[in-house]
């Protein structure tokens, strides 16, 4: 039986500023990637985003960025080693402090934004996230583009590593996500998200941006939660999958 996980980032309101529909689109998905401050988030919703996932039975995931508030973690940043480390403990700390106060499990960690971006391009970042990742806790599943430098070196540190499907982003011929400043970078098609998910699923193969075929597989297919489509993606990819046969399923129910 084929499994996957939906996962969306949430947690992304700060103070009055309120981002994204986090409470209607939980009804759909299965793991929720919740920022820890640096790009978006406070330690108020972090705690109220961590409550009411653990409730309706989604698995949570630590969303750490670069950071970054103002550019909502969008911006490559130049840092070394130690300020990549520490701020990812730091970050990762705190949700899983929280997690653990509300009795609920830190299923994973998801990057966001640039450090994602530039985490699955390069080698020597990769490694230290993995590595650090690994030392914080080796049941943390890390979760990257399928054959990424951050995948591999998720799978060199002995994690367990989600291969990422983002429904709503177009690829390069590389198999990384094209940039938003790209014209063709973002999919508002929700019928045509859906029907990339499943070739995802069931293929491992799709057409990129122009029109080379490239390897990709969807342990986890990501929905981002600032997305005016959203609510309806998720709705949607989640009823094409079910109807196709696919088990909705969070990441440590079968990896």
Do not use: W
Request: aromatic residues 8%; hydrophobic residues 40%.
């Amino acid at each position: 039986m084929t499994k996957v996980d939906l996962n969306c980032d949430m947690g992304e309101s700060y103070g009055r500023y309120k981002l994204g529909n986090d409470a209607e689109i939980l009804e759909y998905i299965t793991s929720a990637n919740i920022a820890c401050g640096l790009h978006a988030g406070d330690p108020v919703v972090m705690d109220k985003t961590v409550a009411l996932a653990g409730k309706k039975g989604v698995a949570i995931g630590a969303h750490p960025s670069f950071p970054d508030l103002q550019g909502f973690g969008r911006r490559p940043m130049v840092m070394s080693k130690d300020e990549i480390k520490a701020f990812l403990v730091y970050q990762v700390g705190a949700l899983k402090m929280f997690t653990h106060l509300h009795g609920y499990p830190l299923q994973h960690v998801k990057l966001h934004g640039a450090l994602y971006n530039l985490a699955c391009c390069e080698q020597e970042l990769a490694e230290v996230i993995a590595q650090t990742v690994a030392a914080m806790d080796q049941g943390l599943i890390l979760v990257a583009l399928y054959n990424s430098q951050l995948y591999q070196a998720g799978k060199k540190y002995g994690l367990r590593v989600a291969a990422e499907f983002f429904a709503d982003r177009n690829y390069a011929n590389d198999g990384s996500l094209l940039p938003r400043s790209h014209p063709e970078a973002l999919i508002s098609d929700e019928d045509h998200a859906a029907e990339r998910c499943l070739q995802a699923v069931f293929e491992e193969k799709l057409a990129a941006a122009d029109g080379t075929t490239i390897t990709v597989k969807a342990d986890t297919i990501c929905l981002h939660g600032d997305s005016p489509q959203a609510l309806s993606f998720s709705r949607k990819i989640k009823n094409s999958l079910q109807n196709a046969g696919v088990t909705i399923s969070p990441l440590q129910n079968f990896l």
